[in-house]
C-alpha cells in the first residue's frame, strides 16, 4: 500500500490517526464510569493541555522515522488494547502511548533510529519515564512486534478506505470499541491475527540522525 507510505499522504493519515484516536479516547473517557480502568504508568495525573493532533503531528516533525512506522505503531497500539483490556486509550494516556509505539515501532522498522532520550524530547517526558513507558509497553505487547506483510496490507487498506469516508464518519457519533474498551464490539477498528504468521522482511530506511 504505497500510498500510504507517501510523503504527500502522510499529513492526511496523521490528521486521520489522530481524529480517530481523539474520538476512542473521549468516548472512554465518558465510559470509565460503567468500565473500570486501570491506572498505568502511561497515565499523566491531567490531561496534556497539548491535542492529539498537535502531539502527533510534532512526533512525526521531529522523529524522522520511515512512513511505515506510523502504521506499525497503530497496529501495536491494536495489539496492546486488546491484550490489555483493562487499560483503554483515554485522555490520559494517549499521549505517552502515542509516543512509545512509534518509538518502539522505528526500532523495530528502521536501521537507523534515535535514542530514547531523543524521544524523549520530542514527547515532553523525562529519559527514565520514556525508559519505563518502553518497558511496559514491550511487555504489554507480550513482546509480540513482528508484523507480517498481510498484517500490514491489511491495516492499510481498512485505514485508506476510513480516511475516504472521513467526512461521514465526522457526523457518527464515536462509540467505545472492543479495541479500546473492555466488553465493546469495535467500530473504529479491531483486527484479530494469527499469532503464528511467519517473519516478515522489515521495511527499511536510512535516515540522518
Do not use: W
Request: overall charge neutral; some cysteine; hydrophobic content about 40%.
Amino acid at each position: 500500500m504505497a500510498e500510504l507510505e507517501s510523503p504527500t499522504v502522510m499529513p492526511r493519515l496523521i490528521g486521520f490517526l489522530s481524529s480517530l484516536l481523539q474520538r476512542v479516547a473521549e468516548a472512554n473517557d465518558l465510559n470509565r464510569g460503567f468500565h473500570p480502568q486501570k491506572i498505568s504508568v502511561f497515565h499523566g495525573l491531567t490531561r496534556p493541555t497539548i491535542s492529539i493532533q498537535t502531539y502527533l503531528e510534532r512526533i512525526f516533525k521531529y522523529a524522522n522515522c520511515s512512513p511505515s512506522c506510523y502504521i506499525v505503531a497503530y497496529v501495536y497500539l491494536d495489539r496492546f488494547t486488546q491484550r490489555q483490556p483493562a487499560l483503554p486509550i483515554n485522555s490520559f494516556n494517549v499521549h505517552r502511548l502515542l509516543i512509545t509505539s512509534v518509538m518502539v515501532s522505528a526500532k523495530f522498522m528502521d536501521d537507523m533510529y534515535y535514542n530514547n532520550a531523543y524521544y524523549a524530547k520530542v514527547g515532553g517526558i523525562s529519559t527514565t519515564e520514556m525508559n519505563f513507558l518502553e518497558v511496559d509497553f514491550l511487555f504489554g505487547l507480550g513482546f509480540h512486534l513482528n508484523v507480517t506483510p498481510t498484517t500490514f496490507h491489511t491495516y492499510c487498506s481498512y485505514l485508506q478506505r476510513e480516511m475516504m469516508l472521513q467526512p461521514q464518519l465526522n457526523n457518527i457519533a464515536a462509540e467505545p470499541s472492543s479495541l479500546y474498551s473492555a466488553g465493546r464490539s469495535s467500530k473504529l477498528l479491531h483486527f484479530c491475527f494469527n499469532e503464528d504468521e511467519s517473519s516478515h522482511q522489515q521495511q527499511q530506511q536510512q535516515l540522518a540522525v
